[in-house]
C-alpha cells in the first residue's frame, strides 16, 4: 500500500482525536469525597486498618502507601505528589520544619481534633506541644511513638550497665569490633551529638563541630557492620555478631522480642547532656496534605484510627510494633496482652519517656550531616 | 513516490519517536539542571551556581566514586576470568547440557537480588549455614566474611554473573573451528592461539559483557549495603542520602551526573569500538 499525504493526514487526525479521547478518560477532578489517599509509614497501610475503614466507608476507594523513610515520602509531595495524597504520616520535626513551612501540608481543624488529646497517655494529654506549629495551628495527630537510643545483648551487656553508661558505652575501647550502627542517618546525627555531649537541638559551632566530628569518626571506625535493615542488626545482635547497636530503640528492638529473643532490649541512658536526658523519642504525626482537592474522608480516617481496636492494629501491625498514645485510654490498653506489652518494653516506657528528649528539628542539621556522611566516608 | 513513501514513513514515525527522545532525556535533563541549582532547592528556578560540583570534591564525595569504579572494575575482571572458560564451554563443549545450563542461570535472575543477597548473609553469618554447621560439627567457631570489601565484590561477581556469561559465549560462539584448527595446523601453540584468535574474534562479546557488568556494578547498592554492611560507602550510596536524608537534591544530582558522564562516556567509548552488528547476527 502507497501512503498518500491525504491518508497520511487523516491518520494523523485520527491519533490526535484518539489521544483527546483517552485524554478526557483521565479520573474526573471533581468529586474526590469517594476516595482518599495515604503516605505513611508501614502499619496505616495494613489490612487491620484499612479492611475495616473500607467496609464502614463502602463507596470510598482507600488507597495507602508505605514508605521507608521521611524524606523519601517528603520527596514524593515536594515532587507534586500533593494533589495524590490526603493524609501523611511522618515523624513530628518532619513535619514542623519541612512540611508546614512549605506549605506541603496544612493545620487540622482544633474543634474536631483537640478532644482526643484528653484520653491519651500523660505524655501526649497536655495536649503534646510537638504537634502543634509554632503559629499554634494542629499539625497532626499523634499516634505511634517509642524512645529511640540505642539496643543491647543483655546476655553480654547488663541492661543496667548500658543505662549508666549510656553513650559512653560505645567510645570504651573494649566495645569496637562490638557492635554495629544502624545507618537511620538522622538519628544518628542526634545520638553522635548526644554521645560528644552535645545538645543536638542547638546551634553546634567551631570547637563543637570538631567535637561531633571526633564522636562521628570514633563510633563508625569501632563499628562492626553498618545497615539501614533492622532485621539484620537484630540477627546480628542475636547470633553474637555484635553485642550492641548504636542507633534503635523498641521500634527495631520489638520485633525480635516479640519472637522470643527477650535478651534484645532497647536502652535509654539514665543521664545525658541536656537537662540530664541522654535519650530521645520519636512521635509521628498523621497530617492532612495540602491537596488543592482535598478529600472530607481524610479528616474521618484520623478520627478512625482514635478507636481502641484500630489503635491496636496501628501499633501491632506486621514488621515492628510501637507503643501508641492512645494506650491512655483503658479500653486500648485492654486490646493487648502481657507478650505484647513485653514486646515494647512496656515495664520500663514511661521513665524512659522521663529520660528522654523530644525528637526536634536539628538545629546545625546541614553542617552536621555533611561531616557524618564524611566521617562515614573514611 | 517512491521517495515520498519513504518521506512519509519518517514522518508518521515522528511523533512516537519525539514522545520515545522526550522520555528518555526528559529526566535526564531534570537532573543535569538540577545538578547545577544552588544546595538545598526544591525547584528549577533558580541562578545556576555551580556548588554542588564543588562540594564533591571539598567533602571527599570522590573517595565513594573511586570505590564504587574500583570495585566494578575488579569485579567485572573477576567476572571476565570465572566466565570464560564456562562460556567457552557452553558455546564449543557442553552441547545438549549449555541449555540446562541457561535456564539454571536465568532461573537465579528470576529471584529479587536483595533476597539472593539475603541468602548469602544467611549462609555466611556468624551462627549461619556454614559457620553454624561446622562450631556444632567440631566445636570450633570462626568469624564470619561479611562486612568487608571483599564480600562486596564477591557479591558484585554474583549478581552480575550473567550479564557476563551470555554475551561473552555468544562472542565465543563467532570464532569459527576452522579458524581454531588453521592455526593449530600451522603450528600456533594453546597460549597462541586464545590471545591471537580467539580473544581478538570474541572481542565484541567481551567488550559487550565487561560493559554491561562494569556499568552495572558502578552503580550498585544492595552488594555494599547488605553483604558489605557499608564496609565502604559507594557512590550509590551518597546519592541516596544526597536526596533523602540530605534534603539536597542539587548535590545528589550533581553526584548522578558526575556518574552518569564516566559511565556514559565509557560505554559510547567501548561501543565505538567494536562491532555491534557482528554479534547481534546481522551482516557485517
Known amino acids: 500500500m502507497t501512503v498518500t499525504r491525504r491518508r497520511f493526514l487523516a491518520g494523523t487526525a485520527a491519533t490526535a482525536a484518539g489521544l483527546m479521547v483517552a485524554g478526557r478518560m483521565s479520573p474526573a477532578r471533581a468529586a474526590r469525597n469517594d476516595q482518599m489517599n495515604i503516605l505513611c509509614w508501614e502499619g496505616y497501610n495494613s489490612d487491620g486498618v484499612l479492611g475495616p475503614f473500607r467496609a464502614a466507608n463502602s463507596g470510598v476507594t482507600v488507597r495507602a502507601e508505605s514508605g521507608t523513610s521521611d524524606p523519601d515520602m517528603i520527596n514524593k509531595l515536594r515532587a507534586g505528589e500533593t494533589s495524590v495524597w490526603d493524609l501523611i504520616n511522618v515523624n513530628q520535626p518532619w513535619a514542623r520544619d519541612q512540611l508546614y513551612p512549605e506549605g506541603l501540608i496544612k493545620p487540622l481543624s482544633k474543634e474536631r481534633f483537640l478532644p482526643y488529646f484528653d484520653k491519651m497517655l500523660p505524655e501526649f494529654a497536655a495536649p503534646y506541644p510537638l504537634a502543634f506549629a509554632d503559629d ?69 559551632e567551631g570547637e563543637n563541630l570538631s567535637k561531633f566530628r571526633d564522636t562521628a569518626m570514633g563510633i563508625f571506625g569501632g563499628a562492626k557492620l553498618l545497615t539501614d535493615d533492622l532485621v539484620a542488626m537484630n540477627t546480628a545482635l542475636i547470633n553474637g555478631e555484635i553485642d550492641a547497636y548504636f542507633t534503635g530503640g523498641t521500634y527495631t528492638a520489638s520485633p525480635a522480642r516479640y519472637d522470643g529473643a527477650d535478651n534484645v532490649r532497647a536502652i535509654t541512658p539514665n543521664s545525658g547532656p541536656v537537662d540530664g536526658k541522654g535519650g530521645c523519642v520519636w512521635v509521628e504525626l498523621t497530617s492532612a496534605v495540602n491537596n488543592p482537592d482535598p478529600s ?83 | 513516490m517512491e521517495r515520498h513513501d519513504r518521506k512519509l514513513g519518517l514522518l508518521s514515525a515522528m511523533p512516537l519517536g519525539l514522545i520515545l527522545v522526550l522520555s528518555f532525556l526528559a529526566p535526564l535533563v531534570v537532573v543535569a539542571v538540577f545538578s547545577v541549582m544552588p544546595a538545598k532547592v526544591f525547584t528549577l528556578a533558580h541562578m545556576p551556581d555551580f556548588s554542588a560540583y564543588g562540594v564533591f570534591f571539598e567533602r571527599g564525595y570522590y573517595k565513594s566514586l573511586l570505590w564504587s569504579l574500583a570495585m566494578a572494575l575488579i569485579a567485572t575482571l573477576a567476572l571476565f576470568l570465572v566466565c570464560w572458560p564456562l562460556a567457552f564451554g557452553m558455546a564449543k563443549v557442553f552441547g545438549r547440557f549449555t541449555l540446562v545450563l541457561t535456564v539454571a542461570v536465568v532461573m537465579s535472575l528470576f529471584v529479587s537480588e536483595n533476597i539472593r543477597l539475603f541468602g548469602w548473609v544467611l549462609t555466611l553469618m556468624k551462627g549461619g549455614l556454614f559457620e553454624g554447621y561446622f562450631r556444632s560439627l567440631t566445636g570450633i567457631g570462626f568469624d564470619s566474611p561479611l562486612y568487608n570489601t571483599g564480600i562486596i565484590i564477591f557479591g558484585l561477581v554474583y549478581v552480575y554473573l550473567p550479564f557476563m556469561l551470555f554475551p561473552l559465549a555468544q562472542g565465543i560462539s563467532m570464532v569459527p573451528d576452522d579458524t581454531r584448527q588453521a592455526a593449530a595446523d600451522l603450528g600456533a601453540s594453546r597460549w597462541q592461539i586464545l590471545c591471537q584468535v580467539e580473544l581478538p574474534l570474541a572481542a565484541p562479546g567481551i567488550m559487550v559483557g565487561s560493559l554491561l557488568t562494569f556499568v552495572l556494578a558502578a552503580g550498585a547498592l544492595a552488594e555494599s549495603k547488605i553483604l558489605g554492611g557499608q564496609a565502604v560507602i559507594v557512590i550509590a550510596d551518597d546519592i541516596e542520602t544526597a536526596f533523602t536524608f540530605g534534603q539536597n537534591w542539587p548535590l545528589g544530582a550533581a553526584l548522578s551526573m558526575v556518574l552518569i558522564v564516566i559511565i556514559g562516556g565509557l560505554a559510547l567509548f567501548g561501543v565505538s569500538r567494536i562491532d555491534l552488528d557482528a554479534i547481534m547476527g546481522r551482516k557485517r
Request: with cysteine; glycine share 6%.
Open chain 1, 136 to 204: 499554634g495551628n494542629l499539625l497532626g495527630m499523634p499516634q505511634r511513638y517509642g524512645p529511640f537510643s540505642f539496643v543491647v545483648n543483655t546476655d553480654k551487656i547488663s541492661r543496667e550497665t548500658a543505662e549508666d553508661q549510656g553513650w559512653n558505652l560505645f567510645l570504651d575501647p573494649a566495645m569496637k569490633g562490638r557492635y554495629g550502627v544502624l545507618t537511620y542517618d538522622n538519628w544518628n546525627v542526634i545520638h553522635m551529638c548526644l554521645t560528644a555531649g552535645l545538645n543536638p537541638f542547638a546551634a553546634i
Open chain 1, 296 to 378: 472530607s474522608v481524610a479528616e474521618d480516617f484520623l478520627e478512625f484510627v482514635q478507636t481502641p481496636e484500630i489503635a491496636k492494629a496501628v501499633a501491632f501491625t506486621e514488621g515492628t510494633y510501637n507503643p501508641v498514645s492512645q494506650m491512655g485510654n483503658p479500653d486500648v490498653l485492654a486490646q493487648f496482652d502481657s507478650e505484647e506489652l513485653n514486646a515494647i518494653q512496656m515495664d520500663s516506657l514511661a521513665e524512659e519517656m522521663a529520660r528522654s528528649l523530644d525528637y526536634d528539628v536539628v538545629t546545625s542539621y546541614d553542617a552536621l550531616i555533611d561531616i557524618y556522611t564524611e566521617a562515614r566516608r573514611t
